[in-house]
């Protein structure tokens, strides 16, 4: 039934096949972005919402971390000025500490003041130091409501014996009042109250007022202890004001004398909501926004840690767009928590001593929750319930539902648009599309029987003509190519029969060598070449590489092969002037075209332990002592083959008596590999430490394990360059059976089988 199918659709027309493929690349795409639209309103709530949603959660994250960061920076700066006042105080009162009492100034002391008289006579109401319910409730006296601007005033010690002292000091700090005046006008309602408090007991303050509790005494005050213990400037808040019971920041130092000894501490107070007024917590996301103020304290109701609030904003005004602080009051109030499990992960995100934000249920709803440090266990916590922080993606989500619902009945008429056009075009275009493509198909067919000949000879007046054009340039291209590709697999033969077919035989020494080239032919060389000296058999071992690679390369290489072979057979001439015959006449074939040959020349004495070489550019041989473990290298002056006439090339010899030596040369396809093709070099280093790890090993094992660790190195990438070496080692036990070398070696060059590589 397939078979039936598929031969129907053969035989439809080319209009109809280019119908129906318009249809299929055309209409079906839409219909399907229909279906897909369908689904898109199906899981934009998962997909969509869940993506806009947490960005908006990060940027909300971020805004509410830097309100509260923001509310922290405030109150540090406001700490900076506190402190500058203190120091300025603290200054004034030690100069003053060590000048003599004033005698002529009228000292007003806590128990004179009297409202009801009144005594001092610009006593007025002050809203900001009437005391709280709570501590009217407790002391049952709100005298502490009436100040003096006009006057400082002291409290004296309750013992009689400190009373003495404390009044001559107190005739000391009066001095201050001018400095307490100005300060006050400087500063109005952000200074609440600076005072000093003396080692004998006395308390001088500014502005004077009274309602201290009986039994008072500054030095058993935490702003007074701390300062002494700590010796430097303190931070204490909340602390509770003895006299209105309300909250307050403060600050104070201690206060040196002559000696250096600590005589009291000076002090100052701000209101609490005074002071965490100077922030701004509008937030962009949110109208329901919360700040507090919270430190960590142990909480007696579940005796585990946990944040006691000190102070909260609520909403205020007609529009509920107005904040304002309230105090934490006389009864303890507590950040609170849905179980122990999420109070623990809160309470360690916020003693990490770095800002944060989290998404958590508050008070039983989800909010985003950051906060700030501050102050040793003190924090600002920033609270906005999540569904506000989503107002933004419901819009969003609800204009989408829109858009989609729109776009799905466009597609809906544009697909029948498209198809109604699509029926048309195609008629149009199989009348002028099958005749050009009919004839291209018959010359494709000419072509594919080996006609490179053939020809197409038409015009459309467009991109068809390009593509007649190219065809027509198709034959004798690939006429061409193949006739290069026939010469490159004959030159890749000839190159491949002009390598050694095996390893000469010399008796104590393993000889082997390798070639890798990166194209069909390449300039890389290596040879052996059997001579005499005196009546000594001579092994010599000559490795090339020609400057670049390729056809070019490999004719170079064939020329510097025939003509080393040729002066081999003059056996009286010496290496370095064999060298610079053949170096001479190259000069003079590739004067102009600047390609050379680099070469490294090593004859081996079958009776003698001296090895004699000629270095012409090449890189030098390396050299393995097994005794030492060290390396060394058979270096020599010399420039590439080819370079100029007339040089002449220096000959050097070493004598290698240890058994197990290895001889090392190569080209620099092998330490200039690259890791995957373009990593690190492959390096002589790795050579190093590859023949030093085999060194027991056979020379032909050697090369391989070297061949090997430069193709796992490139990861199995194609050579960049080609790869060749050839390694000697000597064994005295290699060839016993080779003294006659002449015999062993007469079929050196003519043996095909067993080729190395």
Known sequence: MALKKLTLIHRLSLRWKLFLTLVLFSVLPICGTLITVEQLETDIKEYLFESTRNDLVKQASLSMENIAVNFAENLESSERMRRVIIDVVSLTSQNLMEMPPSVNSKLLFSEQINPTLPYPADLVVDPQHAP?????????????????????????PQKQAEQAAAKREAEKLIRLLPLFKELKKSCGSFLYKVYIGTKSGLLAYYPAHAGFPEGYDPRKR????????KKEIVWRAPVTDISTGKLLFTVSAPLYGAGNEIVGVV????LMEQGLSGGNITAAWSNNARLILAEEADDTRTGSAGLRIIAHTYKRGENNEEYSWVMGGAKERWVTFENDELKAKFMNAVASGTSGTLLMPWEGVSCLVAW???????YFIAVVPE???MQLTNKILAYLYWASSAQQRIVEIAVVVIIFLTFFFAIYASQTISKPMNLMIDAFKELAQGNFGARVDFKTGDERDTLVETFNRIGPQLEHLLETQQALDVAQGIQENLLPARSPK????????????CDQTGGDYYDYYMTACDGEPVLSVVVGDVSGHGVASALLMTTARALLRVHTECSRISASRRVSQVSNLLAQDVHGTGQFMTLFYLEIMQHSNIVRWVRAGHDPAIVYLPEQDD???????????GVIERFEYEESEIELSQQGTIIFMGTDGIWEARKGGYGDLFGKERVRDIIREHATKTAEEIRDYVLDAVEAWQKNIPNADDVTLVVLKKDKTANEGCQDTTICNSDFFMQENDKNE
């Not at 709280?132 to 409290?155: C, P, W």
């Not at 935490?222 to 213990?229: C, G, K, P, S, T």
């Not at 002090?267 to 701000?270: E, K």
């Not at 700030?372 to 003190?378: E, L, T, V």
């Open 132 to 156: 709280t319910r709570e501590h009217m409730v407790k002391y049952g006296s709100d005298i502490s409501k009436y100040i003096s601007l006009g006057n400082m005033a002291f409290y004296l």
């Open 222 to 229: 935490i702003w007074y202890r701390l300062a002494v213990e």
């Open 267 to 270: 002090g100052l107070d701000i």
């Open 372 to 378: 700030a440090p501050f102050k040793d266990n003190s």
């Open 387 to 389: 569904d506000d922080v």
């Open 506 to 517: 010399l008796p104590g020494w393993q000889i082997s060598g390798a070639i890798r080239y």
């Open 631 to 641: 390396f060394i290298e058979l270096r020599g002056k010399g420039l590439p083959l």
